[in-house]
């Protein structure tokens, strides 16, 4: 698969200047790669664990693998462009951009690609091999220098840029034709891209369809190689024609479900307009539809809790970043609805309720209609037994009191846990359950800070609340991101534990 250059390269460059540490890396989700080379460290969420990969000493870091339940990071030497790629159910793996570029950049001193062949077309010689070249730029003695395999390199900062020894015995060395990464132009498919987006995208109803990795998009009305519930049918506002790149559940930019079994989705190219986006008329002072238009002042939840300011996180955390969502109307501390909810909310400043609707009165005159997902029912069985896969319950409260939300909803999370797929687990409504053999009843969160945790619940034997599992990520804070919720892979296999010396030589000639 080849790579979209100028799409790398422009997220690479933007991540720097946003100082989002997860924008320096591609996400892939459900797998697991074999390495020589790694530490482990225990960490509360990704971004801990890419802040250890950028301080790793013990090698250079080109990946970071992370499980939600153990809450463990690994940092990696190699990426699964290095290393052999498998499946595991938790697993989440985060690999540089850098090294997956196949372009260069100036002299290509950090050109870190798999080109190997030089621009005749001979194939490279391996870094650490001394046939039929005897080299002087070895991995021992330039191990920061990226020297893997027979891939082109620039060591010694040649202004020629990367070049390898050769497998011919009359060329010692010769260069490599990489292209600039300037030079290179990301293409949908039909034709240049000249499209921007205002806002985070959610207007945006251009044709790429590729993700900024190049990934052909899958067709919105395909549920392969990926289950989801955006269809035309259900979003029929969100324009979810052919395989085009959208936001119809107010990501951070458009996305598309991928046409590789091995990456779920991921975010597109669209570069921002130069324009300045739209205004809110003046219709948004009261509540039309689910008021996600609402640019009102009321700062009062239904209950009467005073709202949280959006643009701080105590007493609660979240992601809802004025910064990040510049046209959600995120001011103050004013009611809004900047994620499709049934109708604008907010957080609060009291501690022990994160988050309530607002009382916004209705443009028509008529009463708010209540949210058609209960928030706690309890009308049957109150315990469960063994690892609760036969609860049949209606509580619908996490351990943490998150609200849950409904099985058959995407939003704020998308997952595959849906009754579609789990006919026999019955995933009605917003109830706990346990479809996938957890360690007892959960639900994903209505929080769009928290994927999942364990249930309010019981076990019927003794009657005792369960304490949460060591591996529960009910105190884990993440990014707002379309993720799918997992369960723990088995049988990793036992990766090599061996680790490359690595010490500093001075530069010599070829």
Not at 174 to 187: A, S, V
Not at 388 to 415: D, E
Request: aromatic residues 10%; charged residues 25%; contains cysteine.
């Amino acid at each position: 698969m080849r790579i979209s250059k100028a799409a790398f390269l422009f997220l690479f460059l933007l991540s720097s200047v946003r100082g989002d540490i997860l924008g320096d890396y591609i996400r892939t989700d459900g797998v697991w790669i074999l390495t020589r080379n790694k530490q482990s460290y225990k960490t509360n969420n990704e971004k801990e664990c890419a802040e250890k990969c950028e301080a790793e000493r013990n090698f250079n870091c080109r990946a970071f693998l992370f499980t939600r339940k153990k809450l463990q990071c690994l940092t990696l030497a190699e990426n699964a462009k290095m290393s052999v790629m498998f499946a595991s159910m938790d697993a989440v793996l985060y690999e540089k951009r850098i090294y997956l570029l196949e372009c260069k950049r100036g002299t290509g001193k950090d050109y870190r690609g798999t080109e190997a062949k030089t621009w005749r077309g001979i194939p490279c010689q391996k870094w650490a091999e001394k046939i039929p070249h005897k080299p002087n730029y070895t991995p021992q003695k330039h191990p920061n220098a990226g020297l893997e395999e027979n891939y082109c390199r620039n060591p010694d900062g040649d202004e020629n840029g990367p070049w390898c020894y050769t497998t011919d015995p009359a060329t010692r060395y010769d260069y490599c034709n990489i292209p600039e990464c300037e030079d290179q132009i990301t293409h949908t498919g039909e034709g240049p891209t000249a499209e921007c987006m205002q806002c985070n995208g959610e207007d945006y109803h251009g044709e790429v369809s590729r993700t900024e990795s190049g990934l052909q998009c899958q067709h919105w009305d395909a549920k392969e190689p990926h289950m989801h519930g955006f269809t035309l049918k259900h979003y029929p506002e969100k324009d979810l024609k052919m395989n085009y790149c959208r936001n119809p559940d107010g990501e951070l930019r458009p996305w598309c479900f991928t046409t590789s079994p091995s990456k779920r989705w991921e975010y597109c190219k669209i570069p921002l307009c130069t324009t300045h986006p739209p205004v809110s008329g003046p219709g948004s002072q009261c509540l039309s539809g689910k008021g996600e238009d609402y640019r009102g002042r009321i700062a009062i939840t239904e209950s009467g809790n005073v709202c949280q300011r959006w643009n701080t996180q105590l007493p609660h955390k979240h992601g809802w970043i004025p910064d990040r969502y510049p046209c959600k109307g995120l001011e103050e501390n004013y009611c809004r609805n900047p994620d499709g909810e049934k109708r604008p909310w907010c957080y609060t400043i009291n501690s022990s309720v994160r988050w309530e609707y607002c009382t916004i009165p209705p443009c028509d005159g008529r009463e708010q209609e209540s949210a058609d997902v209960p928030i706690q029912v309890p009308l049957t069985e109150e315990c469960y037994r063994g690892k609760g896969q036969s609860y049949r319950g209606t509580t619908s409260i996490t351990a943490s009191g998150k609200k849950c939300q409904a099985w058959n909803s995407m939003f704020p999370h998308r997952h595959e846990k849906t009754p579609d797929k789990f006919p026999d687990a019955d995933l009605r409504d917003n109830y706990c359950r346990n479809p996938d053999g957890d360690n007892s009843p959960w639900c994903f969160t209505t929080d769009p800070n928290t994927l999942w945790e364990y249930c309010n619940l019981k076990k019927c034997d003794d009657h005792t609340q369960e304490p949460i599992p060591n591996d529960s990520p009910a105190t884990m804070t993440q990014d707002i991101s379309p993720t799918t919720r997992t369960t723990s892979g088995q049988g990793l296999g036992q990766e090599l534990e061996t680790t490359e010396s690595l010490s500093t030589q001075l530069s010599s000639n070829r």
